[in-house]
């Protein structure tokens, strides 16, 4: 277990450079980074944490929209209306498929007024169709932000305790040696390097013990289409 002291005082000890001041700020970005998804060098994005797992309900409005809760982050896996029955994202897709969402419809000005029935998530908005004429809660189960640390006894907030120290100081301690200490003319940047593999080594160790969810991205609900591919 890795507190906000004890991966300061690792990073410190690695950099020895009294003008970098700004660690607990990296600390913070780097576990912020982490729960959004890492690109892998296999080209895919490293799964949400676990225990960022929230939920958080919204009113519509009568606009076609309304902001998504803001402790959200990333993948909204289920979506529910006043009775707990989850609502569809668009056929062939999922939640995140606005342009076959938009083309699923039947009036394309997002102006269908009734029950909700269809759902989607752009930027930090929620779509629907369609409009209910008294506010409807809708429920969201989604991966929240972490929250930020400022204490020197907290641990950072969603990573894996075993990989806490790994991820954090080699991320942190790469990104200040490629930006600061290793930034002149003749400079290799070993370091970065050095730091930098260690932390992809760290963040595959993270997909492992995580594991990717064996679940299609798209599929057509009542229908046998299946397209584990991304369709818009």
């Known amino acids: 277990m890795s507190t906000l002291s004890s991966l300061t005082t690792s990073i410190e000890g690695i950099i020895q450079d009294s003008s970098i001041t ?16 890492v690109r892998m060098p296999d080209g ?11 939920m958080g309900t919204v ?25 707990g029955s989850r609502i569809s994202g668009p056929n062939g897709g999922d939640y ?26 752009k930027g930090s908005n929620l779509y629907y169709q369609g409009i209910p004429s008294v506010a409807e809660t809708l429920t969201i189960h989604f991966y929240r932000l972490p929250v930020d640390r400022s204490k020197i006894t907290e641990i950072p907030d969603g990573i894996p305790l075993h990989l806490q120290s790994r991820l954090i100081v080699n991320y942190v301690t790469g990104q200040i040696m490629g930006s600061h200490i290793e930034d002149g003319e003749n400079s290799k940047k070993m370091g970065n390097m050095y730091h930098m593999d260690e932390f992809y080594k760290a963040m595959i160790d993270l997909v492992d013990f995580i594991g990717i969810d064996s679940e299609v991205s798209y599929y057509a609900n009542g229908s046998s289409f ?3 591919g991304m369709c818009d």
């Open 22 to 37: 700004d660690i607990t700020d990296r600390i913070n970005d780097c576990v912020s980074m982490i729960a959004a998804g």
């Open 44 to 54: 895919l994005i490293s799964p949400p944490l676990p225990d960022l797992y929230s």
């Open 59 to 83: 009113d519509t409005t009568e606009e076609a929209y309304v902001s998504l809760p803001a402790t959200y982050q990333r993948n909204a896996f289920m979506i529910a209306d006043d009775g």
């Open 96 to 121: 995140y498929s606005f342009m076959l969402f938009l083309n699923q419809l039947q009036k394309k000005d997002l102006s269908e007024s009734g029950t909700v029935y269809k759902v989607c998530v």
């Open 226 to 228: 299946i397209d584990g």
